[in-house]
């Protein structure tokens, strides 16, 4: 059965650029139709690198490694894959698509006013296992986030980061399961949940951890984190003012 997916309640201020954003609920329960003969390709060869940016490009959907666990990624410029994303992982709507980032220069094009205190930790924890949430660009596709922030981080994985680099620098990537899965960690994994639905899985081997990254709130007077993670601890000793 197909799942459903339906935009509704835009509006557009004068500039023309959304102002307001809902994705329907989808149907969590539906297998999203097979679309795909999904290629698996070896992260060593650096053609598989180049034709998994250019599937991002296109706006498929691509799973890859990063430094904590398989992600599933797509064109975070190109609203339609986006809200495929979405469907395929059968994630709610009022959850964002973080945007995993491949270099620090590549944050203006998916943030603006970003705080210094959010900089300051960008460069502490810069790549890695860290994600903030910073005010986004307003010429994001409204589908990546209902709120002002998106959330955003440099993974610590070369991979990650070629196949970013590659498809422009930034990639909307969640992580390669079903929602309410167990997270992927080996390209086997990631296949046996979501072959068909995908067109490449570059196989990176084992990611070594299971625990996703930490995750802080800049967009407020106060930073707050909102999920634990691997660098909770690091974090707490290194700014004891973050809630």
Same mark, same amino acid.
């Given at each position: 059965?197909?799942?459903?997916?339906?935009?509704?309640?835009?509006?557009?201020?004068?500039?023309?650029?959304?102002? #307001?954003? *809902?994705?329907?609920?989808?149907?969590?329960?539906? !297998?999203?139709?097979?679309?795909?003969?999904?290629?698996?390709?070896?992260?060593?060869?650096?053609? &598989?690198?180049?034709?998994?940016? &250019?599937?991002?490009?296109?706006?498929?959907?691509?799973?890859?490694?990063?430094?904590?666990?398989?992600?599933?990624?797509?064109?975070?410029?190109?609203?339609?894959?986006?809200?495929?994303?979405?469907?395929? *992982?059968? !994630?709610?709507?009022? *959850?964002? @698509?973080?945007?995993?980032?491949?270099?620090?220069?590549?944050?203006?094009? $998916? &943030?603006?006013?970003?705080?210094?205190?959010?900089?300051?930790?960008?460069?502490?924890?810069?790549?890695?296992?860290?994600?903030?949430? $910073?005010? *986004?660009?307003?010429?994001?596709?409204?589908?990546?986030?209902?709120?002002?922030? @998106?959330?955003?981080?440099?993974?610590?994985?070369?991979?990650?980061?070629?196949?970013?680099?590659?498809?422009?620098?930034? $990639?909307?990537?969640?992580?390669?399961?079903? %929602?309410?899965? #167990?997270?992927?960690?080996?390209?086997?994994?990631?296949?046996?949940?979501?072959?068909?639905?995908?067109? @490449?899985?570059?196989?990176?081997?084992?990611?070594?951890?299971?625990?996703? %990254?930490? @995750?802080?709130?800049?967009?407020?007077? !106060?930073?707050?984190?909102?999920?634990?993670?691997? $660098?909770?601890?690091?974090?707490?000793?290194?700014?004891?003012?973050?809630?």
């Amino acid at each position: 059965m197909q799942v459903m997916i339906e935009s509704s309640a835009f509006a557009l201020d004068r500039s023309g650029r959304f102002e #307001a954003f *809902k994705v329907a609920k989808m149907g969590l329960g539906e !297998r999203p139709p097979t679309r795909h003969k999904t290629r698996h390709l070896m992260a060593g060869d650096p053609q &598989a690198i180049m034709e998994t940016a &250019a599937a991002i490009k296109r706006g498929d959907l691509v799973v890859f490694p990063t430094d904590t666990i398989y992600g599933i990624g797509t064109n975070a410029f190109d609203e339609s894959a986006i809200l495929s994303l979405y469907g395929v *992982k059968r !994630r709610p709507s009022e *959850k964002g @698509i973080p945007i995993l980032l491949a270099d620090g220069a590549d944050l203006e094009k $998916v &943030a603006t006013a970003v705080p210094q205190a959010a900089r300051d930790l960008m460069a502490h924890f810069w790549p890695g296992p860290l994600t903030l949430i $910073v005010p *986004k660009k307003r010429d994001l596709p409204a589908a990546v986030s209902d709120s002002e922030g @998106i959330a955003v981080r440099i993974p610590d994985n070369e991979i990650a980061r070629a196949v970013i680099r590659a498809a422009g620098g930034a $990639v909307a990537t969640s992580s390669a399961n079903r %929602s309410g899965h #167990a997270a992927a960690q080996t390209a086997g994994q990631a296949l046996a949940e979501l072959e068909g639905d995908v067109a @490449i899985v570059l196989d990176g081997g084992p990611t070594g951890q299971a625990t996703p %990254s930490t @995750i802080v709130d800049c967009t407020g007077e !106060r930073m707050r984190i909102l999920r634990q993670g691997s $660098v909770t601890d690091e974090l707490k000793l290194y700014d004891q003012s973050i809630e």
